[in-house]
């Protein structure tokens, strides 16, 4: 992947794992008795985009 020499912002193969808890106590039963307490669910991964300077779009790159 080539990114333009007047790139402003530039995001490469980025991923996010959302947790998803039963109630809204589980995240500190999670941080006292070190074991998971929630569901991890994944956002599409390997996500890029490119933001050019002086431009205000987003422009996608696969």
């Given at each position: 992947?080539?990114?333009?020499?007047?790139?402003?912002?530039?995001?490469?193969d980025?991923?996010?794992?959302?947790?998803?808890?039963?109630?809204?106590?589980?995240?500190l039963?999670?941080?006292?008795?070190?074991?998971?307490?929630?569901?991890?669910?994944?956002?599409?991964?390997?996500?890029?985009?490119?933001?050019v300077?002086?431009?205000?779009?987003?422009?996608?790159?696969?």
């Amino acid at each position: 992947m080539i990114f333009s020499s007047n790139t402003a912002i530039q995001l490469k193969d980025i991923r996010k794992v959302y947790k998803l808890y039963q109630k809204p106590s589980d995240w500190l039963r999670e941080i006292f008795f070190s074991r998971p307490f929630h569901q991890a669910i994944e956002s599409p991964d390997n996500v890029s985009l490119e933001v050019v300077e002086g431009n205000d779009s987003l422009i996608e790159k696969y």
